[in-house]
């Protein structure tokens, strides 16, 4: 059975740092680009980063380029994201999540997601 | 970075009802869309994928179609579970970005 589980949110200051750390289980880990999408409460879905197989690639969206690194740990079946210089508007849920651009059908797979709030 | 125009933002419909959404790219995709549906308080689940192809295990009254710029999810005859946010996704350039969210309540 596959699982993503998100660990790592909290309450942080403006300007503060932050690690979300999202556990994989249940598939080849290194076969698949990994995803951070994050919703603030009651807003829409924003994708905010995401890393290829074997770490070597990364994109981020413009709003958190600069301030967040998305790396991996294939040999942990880890995925991370590093957030720094938060601001109130980085408060959201952050899911991890596996397949979320599929031309082939692969499911897509999300984690229960970790809230971060960010106080200013 | 493509801007994702998702309509409408809400509607309100009854059981049976059919019902279309539209997601409109800024610049043309090709068929590198998903369609994710949202229960509040749940992680979205992908329901269409390269446009027009169903998920497997999800029911044959949700479709797809569209390319380029323009995207239609259609349900043909609302079901009680059905209510919920309704979300694209391009995947076509990086960053991918999602629409607005169109959120489909009981009338």
């Known amino acids: 059975e596959v699982q993503l589980v998100e660990s790592g949110g909290g309450l942080v200051q403006s300007g503060g740092s932050l690690r979300l750390s999202c556990a994989a289980s249940g598939f080849t880990f290194n076969h698949y680009w990994m995803y951070w999408v994050r919703q603030a409460p009651g807003k829409g879905l924003v994708w905010v980063s995401g890393?290829?197989?074997?770490?070597?690639?990364?994109n981020y969206a413009d709003s958190v380029k600069g301030r967040f690194t998305i790396s991996r740990d294939n040999a942990k079946n880890m995925v991370y994201l590093q957030m720094s210089s938060l601001r109130a508007e980085d408060t959201a849920v952050y899911y991890c999540?596996?397949?979320?651009?599929?031309?082939?059908?692969?499911?897509?797979?999300w984690g229960q997601g970790t809230l971060v709030t960010v106080s200013s | 970075d493509i801007q994702m125009t998702q309509s409408p933002s809400s509607l309100s419909a009854s059981v049976g009802d059919r019902v279309t959404i539209t997601c409109r790219a800024s610049?043309?995709?090709?068929?590198?869309l998903g369609w994710f549906q949202q229960k509040p308080g749940k992680a979205p689940k992908r329901l269409i994928y390269a446009a027009s192809s169903l998920q497997s295990g999800v029911p044959s009254r949700f479709g797809g179609s569209g390319s380029g710029t323009e995207f239609t999810l259609t349900i043909s005859s609302l079901q009680p579970e059905d209510f919920a946010t309704y979300f694209c996704l391009q995947h076509n350039t990086y960053p991918s970005t999602f629409g607005q969210g169109t959120k489909v309540e009981i009338k």
């Open positions: 999540a596996r397949s979320l651009g599929s031309s082939s059908g692969d499911e897509d797979y």
């Open positions: 610049q043309g995709i090709g068929s590198d």
């Open positions: 890393i290829h197989d074997d770490g070597r690639r990364t």
